[in-house]
Nanobody, 121 residues
Framework: VQLQASGGGLVQAGGSLRLACAAS??????MGWFRQAPGKGREFVAA????????SYGDSVKGRFTITRDRANNTADLQMNSLKPEDTAVYYC?????????????????WGQGTQVTVSS
């Protein structure tokens, strides 16, 4: 599956951005978002099952970020509110290898190209 991420940009602290991830075809696997800041490892952000019945979030984004899935259009969006400078990173969308959501990047087989999010203080 090919994934195309979009929607990154520059925003002030406290602002919002919405990231979109489009898959090249329909799957019944979970989709997720990860991020990687300079000099740091890849961090789990959020994941959602194919039908939207279950979601999971990284501790650092709970209550601020929301992941949604549009089955008709094969997309998974990430609404990011109350952004902080520490949210600055390259954000990657990924397709899981099973129905359940997981925070383990090794359980994701396909990855998008990444989109830069920069939050200024």
């Amino acid at each position: 599956v090919q994934l195309q991420a979009s929607g990154g940009g520059l925003v002030q602290a406290g602002g919002s951005l919405r990231l979109a991830c489009a898959a090249s075809r329909r799957t019944y696997n979970a989709m997720g978002w990860f991020r990687q800041a300079p000099g740091k490892g890849r961090e789990f952000v959020a994941a959602i099952t194919w039908n939207g019945a279950s979601t999971s979030y990284g501790d650092s984004v709970k209550g601020r970020f929301t992941i949604t899935r549009d089955r008709a259009n094969n997309t998974a969006d990430l609404q990011m509110n109350s952004l902080k400078p520490e949210d600055t990173a390259v954000y990657y969308c990924a397709m899981g290898n099973a129905y359940e959501t997981t925070q383990d990047p090794k359980e994701y087989d396909d990855w998008g190209q990444g989109t830069q999010v920069t939050v200024s203080s």
